[in-house]
Each structure stands twice: as structure tokens, then as C-alpha cells.
């Protein structure tokens, strides 16, 4: 395994902690640890759910993908995992808005989950372009 497919991985697991944290929260009905004193009203906002399915869950699946993508070789894996991490952090970015906006709360586990999307999503358009565009 090259490093980066490596780093892709070791940043899709701490993704997945993150998210499988928020998804113990929200289906145990408990408050999440949190020192920004916002987490729990994010939690519990409406934008904490898509369709009824918790978005915290929609995440750890789209982290146990990308894990999936930096353990495969080629370009199909390369390709979906600037995908799915491309769509995470869209929604991410849309999920941090609406905590600056309609929701009025910070929540700091939903900023960390954002800065791991972010340079999840970097790294697999770096490998992409590494392993398949500029070889």
C-alpha cells in the first residue's frame, strides 16, 4: 500500500470515529461530550437527520467507502473515493452552515468531522491525480 492510499485510510478511520461517536449519540438519546456548548442543540436540530436517517450514520458509511477505495488498487477505486469524499464534504460545508445560520450552534465534533472530510476529500484527488492523471 503506497503511503498516500495509506493516509487516505488512517483519516477515513478517524472519520469513522467520529461519525460512529455521533451515531451512538444520537440512537442512545444521550448528550455528547462537548466543551463548545453547542453540540447537543446541533444534535438535535432537524439537519441532524436526512430523509430520517441520521446524518452521522450517512457519514460513517461514506467513511467505511472511502476506507474501502484506499485498500483497492486502480482507477475505479481512485475514482470513487474523490467521489464520495468530494460529496462528504460538500454536505459537510452545507452542514457548517447551517450551524452558523439557521441552527445558531457550534458543534465541535461536526467541525472536526469537517476538517477530516476536507483533506480526506484532498487526499483522494491527490491520489487520483498522482496514480492516473500524472503518473
Avoid at 462537548?34 to 458509511?61: D, H, M, N, W
Avoid at 460538500?90 to 465541535?108: K, N, R, T, V
Avoid at 476538517?115 to 483522494?124: G, K, R, S
Wanted: glycine share 12%; charged share 5%.
Amino acid at each position: 500500500m503506497t503511503r498516500l492510499r495509506a493516509a487516505v485510510l488512517g483519516m477515513a478511520l478517524v472519520g469513522g470515529a467520529i461519525a460512529a461517536y455521533l451515531t451512538y449519540v444520537h440512537y442512545a438519546h444521550v448528550s455528547p461530550i462537548c466543551t463548545s456548548g453547542g453540540c447537543e442543540k446541533v444534535q438535535r436540530s432537524s439537519y441532524a437527520e436526512l430523509a430520517g436517517i441520521p446524518v452521522a450514520l450517512l457519514g460513517l458509511f461514506a467513511y467505511l467507502a472511502i476506507a474501502a477505495t484506499a485498500l483497492l488498487e486502480g482507477v475505479f477505486p481512485a475514482a470513487a473515493g474523490v467521489v464520495v469524499a468530494g460529496g462528504g464534504a460538500a454536505f459537510s460545508g452545507y452542514l457548517l452552515w447551517a450551524q452558523l445560520g439557521p441552527i445558531g450552534a457550534i458543534c465541535q465534533w461536526c467541525v472536526g468531522n469537517d476538517v477530516v472530510i476536507a483533506v480526506v476529500a484532498l487526499l483522494c484527488l491527490v491520489r487520483f491525480y498522482q496514480d492516473h492523471i500524472h503518473p
